[in-house]
């Protein structure tokens, strides 16, 4: 089983409507839980990230974590064009800048 | 917003000849680390770098591979001699002492012919 699996779509979802990516993973060491936006040959660029299970907001985006089952999402509220990109989920161990072990990314666009 | 500045954006190499891949980090960041991304697969992590050593290594950072912040402000990818399959962009990021979020610089696009 991969570490971390991310189906890479390609989702398109029309303006406005909620969308909801998500990952599994394998490794129970986890405890940090990242979600980076790529655009097009650009660096991923952090969009949140949480620590063990919950939720956590940030405008139009929430992100959930639920250890229990190795399963974390990324929910866009009111999508919009500019969002279409690549998002990427991200983990790591506890001890602190530990490396990053991405997804492989969800390629997302939406339709004006 | 303070951001990672990696040159060349574009690097096209022979095969077998040395690059060096240049990054300068977020100035109070301590911890400094390269990725590669292959196209159309998953970014991977290759090195981190913290109090002037690396602290963490990836099975794909060989003996070719070697890192070095040569003064207060850069910090280095030295590939000894490339091969066609070390084509992939490369991402600087660096993080502080207790920011989990790393900032990742836009890239260099090596290309090995």
């Known amino acids: 089983q991969k570490e971390v699996e991310q189906d890479p779509g390609p989702l398109s979802v029309p303006e406005g409507a909620i969308v909801s990516l998500n990952c599994t993973y394998s490794?129970?060491?986890?405890?940090?839980f990242m979600w980076y936006r790529q655009y097009s040959r650009k660096g991923p660029e952090l969009l949140m990230y949480t620590y063990s299970s919950g939720n956590k907001e940030d405008g139009r985006f929430t992100a959930q974590v639920d250890k229990s089952s190795k399963y974390i999402s990324l929910f866009i509220r009111d999508s919009q064009p500019s969002d279409s990109a690549t998002y990427l989920c991200?983990?790591?161990?506890?001890?602190?800048?530990?490396?990053?072990?991405f997804g492989k990314g969800t390629r997302l666009s939406v339709i004006a | 917003e303070p951001e990672v500045t990696q040159t060349p954006s574009h690097q096209v190499t022979q095969m077998g000849q040395e690059v060096i891949l240049r990054c300068v980090p977020i100035?109070?960041?301590?911890?400094f680390y390269w990725y590669r991304q292959i196209l159309g697969q998953k970014v991977e992590f290759l090195v981190s770098f913290y109090n002037n050593e690396i602290s963490e290594k990836s099975e794909i950072f060989d003996d070719q591979f070697s890192v070095e912040r040569p003064d207060g402000s850069n910090f280095t990818l030295k590939i000894r001699s490339t091969k066609l399959e070390d084509s992939a962009m490369y991402f600087c990021a660096s993080s502080g002492q207790t920011d989990y979020g790393y900032t990742f610089g836009s890239g260099t696009r090596l290309t090995v012919v």
């Open positions: 991200a983990m790591s161990r506890p001890s602190g800048n530990t490396p990053l072990v």
């Open positions: 490794n129970s060491a986890f405890q940090y």
């Open positions: 100035s109070n960041h301590l911890y």
